[in-house]
C-alpha cells in the first residue's frame, strides 16, 4: 500500500487550499473504485491509497456503507463513490460511530461534488483518530506539531 | 476572555498525554460553570476560558445542551457540566451539528469523568472547524502545522 505525502502549496494559500494531492488527482475528479484514508507518521499526514476489488453502487452489491447500514444502495448513495473497497464497511463503522451516516450526509450534500472525495479522507481520519484516543482525537497531533514547531523556533 | 496557550509536555509523552492544562487545573477536577473552546492563531492551539453567568443543571434550569434540544436536563445530565455557560447552547449547536448529540454522549460516557472536561473541548473545536471548514474541518490545522514544521528543517 503506498504512502503517498501531501504536498504543501505556498504558505501564503488559503487554509482550506493549503494543500493539493498532486498524485491522485484521479481521485478529486472522478470517482474509483479506491480506498483511501489519512493516516500520518510523527512528522507528516499521509494519503493512503489501495486499489479496491470491491463492487460499486449500481452493480446489484451495496456500497460499503449501505453494507454496514444493511440498507439498499440507490444509484445515486451519496457515499457510494468513496466507500467501495473490501475495506469500506469497516472504515464507514469508524465515521457512523463518531459522526454518524445522516450528520455525514448532510455534510457531503453540502459540499460541491469534486470536493466531497477530499471531505471525505478528513472525516475518516478524524473519525479513526477519535476512535483510537476518545479524549484528544486528531487534536493530540495538532499538540504534537506545535511542540514541534515550538521547539524548532527555539 | 484570556487566551491560556496549551503548554507540551516533554516530547517521549504519549500523544494522549503531551499537553496539560496548568492554567486550568479545576476544569480537569471539578465541574464548574465556565465556558470553554479550543481556539487557535496560526502558531498554536490555545484553550479560551471564560467565566460564566450562566445556569446550572439541578438548579431548575436546563444546561446550553438541553437548551438547544428543547428537553429535560435531568439531574445526571451529562453535558450539563460542560454547557453551562450563556455560549452553551450555541457551543453545543456546532457539536450537536457535526457529530449529534447521542454520538458524543455514548463517547462521554466511555471516558473517565475526569477527562471528559477535555473531551468536550477538542470536540467542540474539531466540530467549529469543520463547521467553518467543510471540507478539511481541522485536518487544515494539521496541514498548516505540517507546512510549518517542514520549512523550520528546510
Given at each position: ?71 439498499k444502495c440507490a444509484p445515486d448513495c451519496i ?73 524548532s523556533f527555539i
Amino acid at each position: 500500500m503506498p504512502l503517498i505525502p501531501i504536498v504543501p502549496l505556498p504558505s501564503h494559500s488559503l487554509p482550506s487550499q493549503i494543500f493539493v494531492f498532486p498524485s491522485v488527482p484521479v481521485c478529486l475528479q472522478i470517482f474509483i473504485p479506491f480506498s483511501f484514508s489519512l493516516s500520518h507518521t510523527p512528522n507528516t499526514l499521509f494519503l493512503i491509497m489501495a486499489s479496491s476489488n470491491g463492487t460499486t453502487s449500481g452493480t446489484g452489491s451495496p456500497c460499503g456503507a449501505c453494507k454496514f447500514l444493511r440498507r439498499k444502495c440507490a444509484p445515486d448513495c451519496i457515499f457510494a463513490p468513496y466507500f467501495c473497497s473490501e475495506q469500506g464497511p469497516a472504515r464507514f463503522a469508524a465515521i457512523h460511530k463518531v459522526f454518524g451516516a445522516s450528520n455525514v450526509s448532510k455534510l457531503l450534500l453540502h459540499i460541491p461534488a469534486h470536493e466531497r472525495c477530499e471531505a471525505v479522507v478528513t472525516i475518516a481520519y478524524e473519525a479513526q483518530a477519535r476512535i483510537r484516543d476518545p479524549v484528544y482525537g486528531c487534536v493530540s497531533h495538532i499538540f504534537a506539531l506545535q511542540q514541534q514547531v515550538h521547539i524548532s523556533f527555539i
